[in-house]
């Protein structure tokens, strides 16, 4: 078991051509979006995964709306328990990112549950904090 803090998550648009929100981290070209949520509005929306998909975007305005919505409110809800993410805009790939609290974890494999990610993010938060005090202590009986 082992998680790692990739970084602040900052929620923004993904691509111009798309108008899609999700989250970046700052040096990092990966994006990150809510896993399954694409391919259900594609579904929704009848939109075609084989031809243009900006075209088809910008003429189902519901659908880039309801989208953003969605991952806004994961935002939201983040700071009250981790958010599973995958690092692409179709919302495929392995579930091993989470958000909490506006920060972007890597788990070590796929399958955790959120009160497993959360448990572990504690720790590390716990780990990082007590690291801290160590050194402050340290450096701070020096003077």
Not at 31 to 41: A, D, I, K
Not at 51 to 65: R, T, Y
Request: aromatic letters at 12%; glycine letters at 6%; hydrophobic letters at 35%.
């Amino acid at each position: 078991m082992s998680v790692k803090k990739l970084g602040a998550g900052h929620f923004r648009r993904l691509y111009a051509d798309y108008n899609l929100m999700g989250w970046l981290i700052e040096g990092n070209s990966e994006q990150y979006v809510l896993p399954g949520v694409f391919h259900l509005l594609q579904e929704k929306y009848k939109i075609s995964p084989f031809s243009a998909l900006a075209s088809q975007l910008s003429s189902e305005p519901n659908f880039v709306k309801e989208h953003n919505e969605t991952h806004a409110d994961a935002n939201n809800q983040s700071y009250e328990k981790p958010i599973i993410l995958v690092n692409n805009i179709f919302g495929a790939g392995k579930q091993i990112y989470c958000l909490y609290r506006n920060n972007i974890y890597k788990f070590d494999r796929p399958g955790y549950s959120v009160e497993e990610m959360h448990l572990q993010i504690m720790d590390l938060e716990d780990r990082e904090r007590r690291k801290f005090e160590r050194l402050r202590h340290k450096f701070n009986n020096k003077n």
